[in-house]
């Protein structure tokens, strides 16, 4: 299996652009997370699904963001529009059912607002 | 609700020392804990978890960490630091029941010198 995959690795907009970020699990995986992660704030999580279900987007900054699962294989983080403050590392992760297993993590965005 | 707790942002050793970061969880029922390594510019990856089998756990590159419910820990330990063991480590918490997120520490820096 390829792992998580995100994309873009990178991704530099202007502020006010609209920005999507991409995740693709792992195969049969059925839980997945979205976090940032800054030098201030830590590895904060921002949303979790269950079945495609969103569970837990307590950690949703604001209405700016919004994050969807259509699919079992396919998820996507928005943020409309962008502002400098969203500048950070965007992970992607997978887990199994078994929530004992551990979840695999993809390589991350990096982006930044200017 | 639960959370971990990571004592220090940053711990320094040098190459052949004792390797010890500490962390604290608090979880309302049974938890599984992890602790995962991340490189610059890289995902996260994990290092070793704790499952409610036995108590001590052996990791990837020589770590392993020991859950004593007495004193909600779960430190992480290596004999002897290597300069590749240089890099962030977190400690991360789900709870044993229902849909439960993965909650992580802030993360400490390891930096060996030789």
């Known amino acids: 299996d390829a792992g998580v995959i995100q994309s873009p690795r990178h991704e530099v907009t202007e502020m006010g652009q609209e920005v999507t970020l991409r995740c693709k699990p792992i195969s049969g995986h059925n839980s997945l997370f979205w976090y940032r992660q800054t030098m201030m704030r830590g590895l904060e999580l921002l949303i979790y699904f269950n079945n495609n279900v969103p569970i837990d987007d307590s950690g949703m900054p604001e209405d700016r963001f919004s994050a969807k699962m259509p699919n079992a294989s396919f998820s996507t983080l928005k943020i409309q529009p962008s502002e400098p403050r969203d500048s950070a590392v965007y992970f992607c992760?997978?887990?199994?059912?078994?929530?004992?297993?551990?979840?695999?993590f993809g390589q991350g965005t990096r982006l930044t607002v200017v | 609700a639960q959370s971990v707790t990571q004592l220090g942002s940053h711990v320094s050793v040098s190459e052949g020392a004792l390797v010890l970061l500490r962390c604290n969880y608090s979880?309302?029922?049974?938890?599984?804990l992890f602790w995962y390594v991340q490189y610059p510019n890289q995902g996260l990856q994990l290092l070793l978890k704790?499952?409610?089998?036995?108590?001590l756990v052996k990791g990837i590159n020589g770590f392993e960490a020991e859950f004593k419910k007495s004193e909600t820990s779960f430190h992480l330990t290596k004999p002897s630091a290597h300069m590749s063991d240089a890099a962030e480590y977190f400690c991360?918490?789900?709870?044993?029941?229902?849909?439960?997120?993965?909650?992580f520490g802030k993360g400490t820096m390891l930096l060996v010198s030789p």
């Open positions: 991360a918490v789900t709870m044993n029941s229902g849909y439960s997120t993965l909650t």
């Open positions: 979880s309302s029922v049974p938890p599984y």
């Open positions: 992760a997978s887990r199994p059912t078994d929530i004992g297993l551990e979840a695999f």
């Open positions: 704790y499952t409610s089998a036995a108590t």
